[in-house]
């Protein structure tokens, strides 16, 4: 009976941690406008930078474009983190069950 009720209890946790990623995940997902909208004031930042004809103007658009590429980085590897922390649970989840089902 201890068996099972510390089974039943691990189990609950493991769905409570799962349903936190989903949730995790889909917030995550929901706040790509942010590196968008960082793309979109780059973008008007070096067109401003070459019609007024800034002296650094190319200075400026290289290390806009680094930091876009970073941002997207750090935003896809936080993703794939979240959805392999994910998948991990699933599989945890799968191989309880299948341990419950062959005792």
Known sequence: MNLTHNNLESIKREEGQKELL?????????????????????????????????????IITVSLFCICTISDILYRALDKKIELRLKRIKQEKRKSIFKVNKS
Do not use: D, G, M
């Not at 968008?36 to 103007?57: G, K, M, R, T």
């Open 22 to 58: 989903e949730i995790s995940l889909e917030a995550h997902r929901s706040r790509r406008w942010v590196i968008n909208s960082i793309y979109a004031i780059s973008l008007l930042v070096v067109i401003l930078c070459f019609y007024f004809h800034v002296p650094q103007a190319v």
